[in-house]
């Protein structure tokens, strides 16, 4: 939220898993955030049943990932983690364009191409991928479980590891 909601006066309006609304307001109040304004009744599903306009992003496992990958070995990949943990550890050939700077890194881009998107562990890269489609980047595929899966699957080659805070 600290990345993408700059102004801490900003007026939230929720959309949780029902049951989970006052662990939201707290999160968001440790981190400044106290403008919760209030939260949809029945999540999601309550704006699906009311019959409102929904949109998906495409998401493969990591196994389907690395089919995709074998089949072309140049297809795009995007890391949307911070450049640190990009720089720690990551696929070779990936591309890092963190989600904290995604205003900044939308014109490298190219709305024709199909990327695939990763993060640490798929909450960023969804919320990546969720942004640049509102914005009209049909061609986003979201990696379920983010690099976490990826490296577990052992079907990526990966850089050497190098602990973050020999970076610093």
């Known amino acids: 939220v600290g990345t993408l909601i700059p102004d801490i006066r900003q007026q939230i309006l929720l959309v949780t898993t029902p049951g989970r609304e006052q662990e939201v307001v707290t999160r968001l109040a440790r981190v400044g955030y106290d403008h919760a304004i209030g939260y949809l009744d029945g999540g999601f599903d309550a704006w699906k049943n009311a019959g409102k306009e929904t949109d998906t992003i495409v998401s493969l496992s990591a196994e389907e990932f ?4 074998e089949q072309d070995p140049n297809i795009n990949i995007l890391d949307v983690r911070k450049k640190s943990e990009y720089e720690s550890e990551h696929i070779v050939n990936a591309t890092n364009l963190p989600l904290d700077f995604i205003n900044n890194n939308m014109s490298q881009i190219d709305k024709s191409k199909t990327y695939y998107v990763h ?4 909450y960023r890269s969804m919320i990546f991928a ?3 489609r509102a914005r009209g980047y049909d061609n986003l595929i979201d990696v379920d479980g983010g ?3 990826i490296k577990q699957s052992g079907k990526f080659k990966i850089t050497d590891y190098v602990c973050p805070s020999t970076l610093l």
Do not use: N, R, T
């Open 66 to 69: 690395a089919a995709a990958e």
């Open 130 to 132: 969720s942004i640049l």
């Open 119 to 122: 993060c640490a562990g798929g």
């Open 147 to 149: 690099f976490a899966a």
